[in-house]
Nanobody
């Protein structure tokens, strides 16, 4: 059994910052790519950023230069530092991880954390 638990969402004013965290726990053998997605009301879930186990990252054009994804492999945790937040960043943010357990590999999702950018 694997769980992804997110934290760090909340209400922030435009231009502000938030840091999201997502910790994976359970019978984990290895964690491969970790990622953050988001879903705004009435819209499809979209990829925000990815990071592989070696540290290489990729970002959606809409967040480049403002968001930074990082990970702590020893803690099986991925972070998303969000700066210069805009109204359009309001969404539920989900973490995702490709994890190998003793019984095989799978893609896992967190429960989501709400980020609201509002004045």
């Amino acid at each position: 059994q694997v769980q992804l638990v997110e934290s760090g969402g909340g209400l922030v004013q435009p231009g502000g910052s938030l840091r999201l965290s997502c910790a994976a726990s359970g019978s984990i053998f290895r964690v491969y790519t970790m990622a953050w997605y988001r879903q705004a009301p009435g819209k499809q879930r979209e990829l925000v950023a990815t990071i592989i186990s070696g540290g290489s990252t990729n970002y959606a054009d809409s967040v480049k230069g403002r968001f930074t994804i990082s990970r702590d492999n020893a803690k099986n945790t991925v972070y998303l530092q969000m700066n210069s937040l805009k109204y359009e960043d309001t969404a539920v943010y989900y973490c995702n991880a490709n994890i190998r357990t003793v019984v095989g590999g799978n893609s896992y999702w967190g429960q989501g954390t709400q980020v609201t950018v509002s004045s």
